[in-house]
């Protein structure tokens, strides 16, 4: 049995998500754990740690006095955030982790890029709008903050693709499994072969937990499996998980969908709709260096299925397509050009 050292955690928005999973992983870790939230999400969740409310934009007085060894922060969009944290804690947070994104690079960029690939500029540095054209310079933004603040040998700088797993309020990658398991005729969009990376949130969360563990400094991809793999690859996982007899996947053309107002809500984690789909294609041979260890796919499907089955998240309204809806689709995809 390894035995660690116990860690005073200080994780910044530790109760939705990602930031959930990392609260459990450092609870189940040993170690002693301050969450900084709102109060509004999993307010009831963890009684074991200590509960700081606040908000990070207006209001961080709560954490004026303490000291950590580490600071996750999971949900820093701008860079005054970071700034205004590193402030507030004047050296008393650790060792920093920040949760940044791979959407930080500026494309295109060639399949298998790893952590020194170009990164996207802001056209506004001065912006404060967090969109989805400005979301990935604005957390370049944040990246260098973190390094500014607390220097290279004490900040760690996780990248992650698409997180997926239980709990996921996007339901994006829940959606498919959902659709999966009802069966039938799928409408799969675009290209099979479009590239598509998931980190289960499980893995990203224990993994961020042994880095703090180390004070592994450095800059990582938190993506999995390692280029290529496809779209068509994710979705015949979930199938093969989840999909009963006869179930049949019907790959229509992205042009027809984009043409039919279809986009990544309505049909989610579809590449084809999205501009920077070849960020898709990261090497993660880094983090799997530094000791991120992926479960299988089909785990991590099975796994959000039993979790539907038990205390179903509820779907935001405007992700995945109606059944009357793709119906429709499949209808007009197969009639051909009219």
Not at 125 to 136: I, L
Request: hydrophobic share 40%; proline share 7%; charged share 20%.
């Amino acid at each position: 049995m390894r035995i660690r050292r116990v860690l005073r955690i200080l994780i910044i928005g530790g109760t939705s998500f990602v930031g959930r999973h990392i609260t459990q992983a450092a609870i189940d870790a040993g170690h002693q754990v301050t969450l900084f939230h709102r109060g509004q999400t999993g307010a009831d969740l963890f009684p074991q740690a200590t509960h700081l409310n606040g908000d990070r934009d207006e209001d961080l007085s709560a954490l004026r006095d303490g000291r950590w060894d580490a600071t996750v922060d999971v949900i820093a969009y701008l860079p005054r955030q970071v700034e205004s944290l590193a402030a507030t804690l004047n050296g008393r947070g650790g060792h920093y982790l920040l949760i940044s994104s791979v959407s930080v690079y500026r494309t295109p960029v060639a399949a298998g890029f790893t952590e020194d690939a170009p990164l996207a500029e802001l056209d506004d540095p001065a912006t404060q709008q967090v969109t989805a054209q400005t979301y990935g310079g604005l957390k370049v933004a944040c990246e260098r903050a973190a390094l500014r603040f607390h220097g290279p040998v004490a900040t760690t700088i996780i990248r992650p693709t698409y997180v997926v797993g239980p709990h996921d309020s996007s339901y994006r990658f829940t959606w498919w499994v959902e659709r999966m398991a009802r069966g039938g005729t799928i409408l799969a969009p675009g290209d099979p072969a479009d590239p598509i990376q998931v980190i289960d949130a499980r893995d990203l969360a224990a993994w961020t937990v042994a880095l703090a563990e180390k004070s592994a400094g450095g800059v990582f991809h938190a993506a999995s499996p390692a280029p290529p793999f496809g779209f068509g690859d994710l979705l015949s996982t979930v199938a093969a998980e989840v999909a009963p007899a006869g179930t049949r996947l019907t790959w229509v053309d992205s042009d027809f969908l984009l043409t039919a107002g279809q986009d990544d809500e309505s049909l989610p984690l579809w590449p084809g709709a999205d501009s920077e789909h070849d960020i898709n294609a990261a090497d993660p041979a880094a983090a799997l260096a530094a000791g991120l260890t992926p479960r299988p796919l089909r785990e991590t499907v099975a796994d959000v299925r039993a979790h539907q089955t038990r205390s179903p998240d509820t779907p935001p309204s405007r992700i995945g397509l109606s059944a009357a809806r793709e119906a429709e689709l499949l209808d007009r995809w197969a009639a051909g050009p009219t």
